[in-house]
């Protein structure tokens, strides 16, 4: 069993004499009401494949294997694997004391659901959603709890589009499922945190997804520029060429490269091409 609120956590790293590390972002969560609405958010079956990354303490580890039929949680510090094992104790649970993104990703369909440390969301996300990544390595359906501010841009729509924003949006549709009070965790952080739930599709929504991303990082790049001078300047086409790709597409060269929508850059794209 593992703790279930402020007090009975502080018990427990005070039982293992473990101090928290700053570097590895460890916040742990302490109010449990956003458990269930990650799980209801995962829609866990009895018969999921579950991907964990940054077990803790074991929280929200400890609601998967109730749920799902194998839950592979992966834990970069080494100090609390011994506690995860002791405080559940599931057959169903496999715990790996690895790097995330180093870790061989499953031979079985399996879903996401992790509570990350802030500062390897985008990493996270562009491990598991990346043009070269094959289809059946992807996850079938994905659950973080992550920092707020990062959630809203990955939902941004057009006028606030990144290349993160953009990178997420080809592979599948991302949604808020809920706000988590930074005083939810312990250390408190400087920040609210949000359930994001990212559903994705069967193919990515713009077929030729490598020259996608390479015209994106391109013009990105340049985002202040208008996207007649950046895809210029970053691809190395003269200005004729685009002239025409733009014209082709029926976008206006005086557009930004945020102001596109995805389907936007899909005819762009087919434009190119």
């Not at 972002?25 to 990650?38: C, E, R, V, Y």
């Not at 491990?127 to 841009?153: G, N, S």
Request: charged letters at 20%.
């Amino acid at each position: 069993m593992t703790y279930s609120n402020k007090q009975t956590l502080l018990t427990l790293l005070q039982k293992h004499n473990l101090y928290i590390k700053k570097k590895l972002g460890q916040n742990f969560l302490t109010d449990l009401s956003a458990l269930p609405k990650i799980i209801t958010a995962a829609d866990i079956q009895p018969n999921d494949f579950i991907l964990e990354i940054g077990a803790g303490l074991g929280i929200l580890t400890a609601e998967l294997v109730k749920k799902a039929a194998q839950v592979l949680s992966i834990e970069l510090d080494p100090r609390l694997i011994p506690i995860l094992k002791e405080n559940i104790p599931a057959n169903n649970l496999k715990i790996i004391n690895a790097d995330a993104l180093k870790v061989p990703l499953p031979n079985v369909p399996y879903k996401l659901v992790a509570n990350i440390p802030y500062y390897i969301t985008s990493p996270i996300l562009n491990h598991f959603l990346k043009p070269k990544l094959p289809a059946e390595k992807r996850p079938t359906l994905i659950v973080l709890l992550i920092q707020k501010e990062v959630a809203e841009k990955i939902c941004a729509k057009a006028g606030d589009h990144t290349v993160l924003s953009l990178q997420v949006q080809v592979f599948g549709k991302p949604q808020i499922i809920d706000i988590v009070p930074a005083t939810s965790f312990y250390p408190t952080p400087d920040v609210n945190s949000a359930i994001l739930k990212i559903t994705p599709y069967e193919q990515p929504a713009i077929a030729n997804i490598d020259l996608f991303f390479r015209i994106i990082h391109a013009t990105f790049a340049q985002r202040r520029k208008t996207l007649s001078n950046s895809l210029r300047n970053g691809l190395g086409k003269v200005k004729e060429e685009i002239a025409a790709i733009l014209k082709k597409a029926n976008i206006k060269p005086t557009t930004r490269p945020q102001e596109l929508t995805l389907s936007d850059w899909k005819t762009l794209i087919d434009a190119w091409t």
